[in-house]
């Protein structure tokens, strides 16, 4: 059981905006910074984006963030085949004193 | 460029233990906390170890503690996780990651079987 909840899977068709969400509680989005990463078999998970919205270099503005209250969110607009990934998300959780993720969110580019 | 590499991982029998590395390279290696962080087959994520930049820090999540121990030799660029009395519960791909306010770079990932 993951602290922070985000829905198993998501799709769209290239081109398409997709969102993924990611729910928290107080003690960690609603009080921290949230991070993205995106999980591809056989290479290292890529930091997506940091502090809720930036992106380090290299990734494409394609890739935006947004968080509200205990709630984030990461879309992807211009979806592409090489997007299809594993997605979660992660804050620090200062009752747990730690970082905590969401469960993953399989995106499917049909 | 940045890049932290995993070994060590394999086959171990319930009880037995394993000794994880993680090597960086392409940043000061001594400036920055590393943390372990692993993923159960068909799990999430679970973060359950951190070193400070100097060795002097250092935590375990309760699912860990007592029989994994976390050090680091900067001489060396190298972080190791030695775990003992593994259960296999404790079958995962072990991640090491640089952290600073951030998970910001990763390594791939070395599997630990645990069974018998």
């Known amino acids: 059981q993951s602290v922070l909840t985000q829905p198993p899977s998501a799709s769209g068709t290239p081109g398409q905006r997709v969102t993924i969400s990611c729910s928290g509680s107080s003690s960690n989005i609603g009080s921290n910074s949230v991070y993205w990463y995106q999980f591809l078999p056989g290479t290292a998970p890529r930091l997506l984006l940091y502090r809720n919205n930036q992106r380090p270099s290299g990734v494409p503005d394609r890739f935006s963030g947004s968080k509200s209250g205990t709630s984030a969110s990461l879309a992807i607009s211009g979806l592409r085949s090489e997007d299809e990934a594993d997605f979660y998300c992660a804050a620090w959780d200062d009752s747990r004193s730690g970082w905590v993720f969401g469960g993953g969110t399989k995106l499917t580019v049909l | 460029q940045v890049q932290l590499v995993e070994s060590g991982g394999g086959l171990v029998k319930p009880g037995g233990s394993l000794r994880l590395s993680c090597e960086g390279s392409g940043f000061t290696f001594s400036d920055y906390y590393i943390s372990w962080i692993r993923q159960a087959p068909g799990k999430g994520l679970e973060w359950f170890s951190y070193?400070?930049?100097?060795?002097?820090?250092?935590y375990y999540a309760d699912s860990v503690k007592g029989r994994f121990t976390i050090s680091r030799d900067n001489a060396k660029n190298s972080v190791y996780l030695q775990m003992n009395s593994v259960r296999p519960g404790d079958t995962a791909v072990y991640y090491c990651a640089r952290d600073l306010e951030k998970l910001d770079y990763w390594g791939q990932g070395t599997l630990v079987i645990v069974s018998s």
């Open positions: 070193i400070s930049s100097g060795g002097t820090s250092i």
